[in-house]
Structures are given as C-alpha cells and as structure tokens.
C-alpha cells in the first residue's frame, strides 16, 4: 500500500494533535507534533533567564544553532515525545508559562528557518501526521491530505482550561480564554508563515462535533486518496 503524507494545520487547542495521533496510529504512521518542537525552544529560553518582561531575542538566537531538538517514543506511554538537548521535556513544554510566550518565540524567522528545516527532514518519507500552523502551506506543501480545523474561542479556552485543570495547574478560565484569542491574534498576524488555510486543505470545524465523528469523517478523506493510490 503506497502511504501519504498528512498535514493538519489550525488554530490552538482544536485538538490537532488528538486527531493526529489517532490517524497516525491506525494508519501505522510516524506522528510529528511541530508545535512541540517551538514549545521547546521557548521552555529553553525561560529556563535559561532569555525571558522576564519580554523575550531576549539575541540571547536567544546566540543558542539557537546548538539547541538540540527531536522526538523519541517514550516505552512507557508508546507515544513519540519531544527532547530538548538530550531529555525528555514534553510535560514541561505544555505549562501555562510556556504558552504564554511561544508564539512570540515563533514569530521569529531564524527559530522557524531552524525547525522548518528539521519538520522537512522528519517529513521527507511519506507516511507521516505531522501537525501544526504552517504544515500544509510551508512544510510539506506536497502532502495529499490537508486539514484545516477550527472551534469557537471559548469551546477551545473551556478545552484548555479542563486539561490545565486535571494537570494542577491553577489557572482561571478567563486567563486561558485571553491565552486562546492571543496565540489567534499573534498566530495568524506574524510576519514569517502566518497561520492560514491552504488553498487544497479541507476545512473541519469541530466546535460541536465528536472525536468519534471527526476521527471518522477524516480517516474516510484518507482511505478515499490511499484506495485512489493502489
Ligand atoms: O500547537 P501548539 O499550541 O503546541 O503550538 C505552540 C505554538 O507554536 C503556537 O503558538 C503556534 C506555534 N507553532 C507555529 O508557529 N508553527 C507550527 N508549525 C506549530 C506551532
């Protein structure tokens, strides 16, 4: 069976990534999560001082070229998990003080030129998910399954907030719900690759729908290119 490649792209917390790993699993494909990768370049600069009241943007580029990045499945869990120089930091990457300031850290073209090209790398074999903003428009262009997903602000924020909750964070609903419009606002406003729908993606709006419905709806739109394929 010939394999594809699969680009999901959208805004923050449309469960891009729950979507990605259930395609990837079932298809027996590799699952990139690129959002992980600019997670980790942010928890770099806030462990090493780079962030206060803003974003030293030199400091940070002076360690840029020697940051080590990839993912390593995890026997544990089975799951692929990110590694910033060497340890696994996939839980530190999803705090509330990271998110705060990634997009900033996205934002900039060296940090992008850097993990573009170590998406394209990952990417380069067919038979990958990979997810993100810009995944379909710069990183894999040429993938045959393209999706765009979207939800309500606040059906994203009231997502969020549960899953910071269940994780101990204290957090108020509002303050994710702000986080929510402000990685919107900053995502698809950057200057470099700004979050927007490719010209071939499907575009799935899930704010009132399943994770059943839409893992199906979607794995249909892949069987339909892998059966055109054969
Ligand atoms: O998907 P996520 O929320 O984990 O992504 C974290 C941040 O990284 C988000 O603010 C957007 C940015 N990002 C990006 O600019 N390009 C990508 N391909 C993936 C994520």
Redo the contacts with the bound molecule.
């Keep these: 069976m010939k394999k594809i490649s699969i680009a999901i792209?959208g805004h923050?917390?449309t469960g891009?990534?729950t979507l990605a790993r259930q395609l990837a699993k079932s298809l027996g494909y590799v699952y990139i999560?690129?959002?992980?990768?600019?997670?980790a370049v942010?928890l770099f600069a806030l462990e090493n001082g780079l962030i206060g009241e803003t974003l030293d943007e030199a400091g940070l580029l002076e360690h840029l070229q020697a940051l080590e990045l990839g993912f390593e499945v995890n026997p544990k869990t089975g799951r692929s998990e990110i590694h910033l120089n060497g340890e696994n930091v996939e839980q530190q990457?999803r705090s509330i003080a990271v998110?705060r300031f990634?997009?900033e850290?996205?934002?900039l073209p060296e940090v992008?030129e850097k993990?573009v090209k170590l998406?394209q790398e990952m990417g380069a074999e067919k038979g990958v998910v990979m997810?993100?903003?810009?995944?379909g428009t710069v990183?894999l262009p040429e993938a045959e399954l393209k999706l765009f997903m979207t939800a309500a602000p606040e059906k994203r924020a009231a997502r969020r907030y549960k899953e910071l909750l269940d994780r101990g964070e204290s957090v108020t609903y509002q303050e994710v719900l702000r986080n929510v419009r402000h990685?919107d606002y900053?995502?698809s406003n950057?200057e470099v690759?700004p979050?927007k729908q490719a010209a071939d993606a499907i575009r799935l709006d899930n704010s009132d729908m399943g994770l059943k419905e839409q893992y199906e709806r979607v794995r249909s739109f892949a069987d339909r290119i892998l059966n055109a394929k054969k």
């Design positions: 792209d923050s917390s891009k990534s999560d690129s959002g992980a990768m600019y997670r942010a990457i998110s990634v997009s850290v996205a934002a992008r993990l998406q997810d993100g903003r810009d995944i990183v990685r900053l995502d950057r690759s979050l």
